[in-house]
């Protein structure tokens, strides 16, 4: 019996994208530098996705919605990030990194 193989893709998101040269391989926004994971931790800090679209004025609303779509179908992912970038441990290191490496 001969089992036929499938070539899986990963699900394409119109207004997502990741490059390892954009957010240090984080998922953005097309066309931007705006994390999914800042527009995510934005709404779960309290703002709504009404105000979200008011801060990024230069980024149609179903570029924003769309980071809301690829959150839905990757929380762990996202969560994984926000977690990450959130954590101020990592941020002091790579200050403390910076400030030494320009004296």
């Known amino acids: ?3 036929l ?13 990741t490059s390892k040269n954009i957010c240090g391989g984080s998922t953005v926004i097309s066309g931007t530098r ?3 994971w800042s ?3 934005l ?3 309290g703002l709504s996705i009404e105000e979200i679209i008011k801060e990024f004025p230069y980024v149609p609303p179903a570029k924003i919605y769309s ?3 690829y959150y839905s179908e990757n929380k762990q992912e996202i969560e994984k990030e926000i977690k990450e970038n959130m954590d ?3 941020w002091k ?5 910076f400030s030494k490496k320009n004296k």
């Open 88 to 90: 101020e441990t990592k």
């Open 67 to 69: 980071a809301f779509l």
């Open 43 to 45: 709404y779960k800090s």
């Open 1 to 3: 019996m001969r089992l």
């Open 5 to 17: 193989k499938y070539n899986i893709s990963k699900k394409v998101y119109p207004h997502i994208t």
């Open 93 to 97: 290191k790579l200050t403390d990194k």
């Open 34 to 36: 705006i994390p999914v």
């Open 39 to 41: 527009i995510i931790a």
